[in-house]
């Protein structure tokens, strides 16, 4: 079946630093998501990419669909305690199932110590 | 307005048990969505509701797990024989219409233990 590949797995912030992190495919996606969860919650989606080379900004995020369709990436600029938390990049595909979003394994945001 | 809501929050059962989860979708969200997330994993698609009918049940692992949702609204997720492996978080979610680029907007999950 289709899989996202995230990276990195993991990552430390320091308050002020810039965050990036990337989704690869080895099929084609129609759309790209960007979602966030927080412990104990249920994903919230941050960025939503419709277009082959698109490039969205919601605040300090910033997200591009690839122009293959096959990747992504979320940028977070000037970060702040409150971006800690698992990040998911996740595609739709318009062919099949309209409900069948397929997600990555996430990148985790801590503060470093 | 409310966001989905799913109950219980936690659950705690027995391997062989049945268990039932329940979703409340966003009022007039058409289409329903169940997930299963696994620790340290992304969401994985389970089912998708359109309506009263299963438009897509193609995640579902297997015939011990099943999915209502007879009035268009309410869905209730039930596993049958419940295993070890089957503890996880079912996180539910509502969109619109389900149609294409429809955002989903998800539940708080519940949180399955199978001891």
């Known amino acids: 079946g289709q899989q996202l590949n995230q990276s990195p797995q993991s990552m430390f912030i320091q308050e002020g630093e810039d965050v990036s992190m990337n989704c690869t495919s080895s099929?084609?996606?129609?759309?790209w998501l960007w979602y966030k969860q927080d412990p104990g919650e249920g994903p919230v989606l941050l960025i939503a990419l419709y277009k082959a080379g698109e490039l969205t900004s919601n605040g300090r995020l910033t997200a591009q669909f690839g122009i293959t369709r096959k990747d992504s990436f979320l940028n977070i600029s000037a970060s702040i305690p409150s971006d800690v938390g698992i990040y998911f990049c996740a595609g739709e595909n318009y062919g099949g199932s309209q409900g069948n979003l397929i997600f990555g394994k996430g990148t985790k945001l801590s503060v470093k110590p | 307005g409310a966001g989905v809501s799913q109950t219980p929050s936690n659950k705690v059962t027995e391997k062989g048990k049945y268990v039932e989860l329940r979703c409340d979708p966003i009022?007039?969200?058409?289409?329903l969505y169940w997930y299963r997330q696994s620790l340290g994993q992304g969401p994985e698609f389970l089912i998708y509701?359109?309506?009263?009918?299963?438009?897509?049940d193609s995640g579902l692992p297997n015939d011990r797990f099943f999915a209502v949702r007879p009035e268009g609204s309410v869905s209730t997720l039930k596993i049958q024989r419940t295993e070890r492996g089957d503890s996880a978080v079912y996180l539910c979610?509502?969109?619109?219409?389900?149609?294409?680029?429809?955002?989903?907007?998800f539940g708080p999950g519940t949180r399955l233990l199978v001891l």
């Open positions: 009022s007039g969200h058409t289409a």
């Open positions: 509701f359109q309506g009263t009918g299963a438009a897509d």
């Open positions: 099929s084609i996606f129609n759309t």
């Open positions: 979610a509502s969109s619109s219409a389900g149609g294409v680029g429809e955002t989903q907007y």
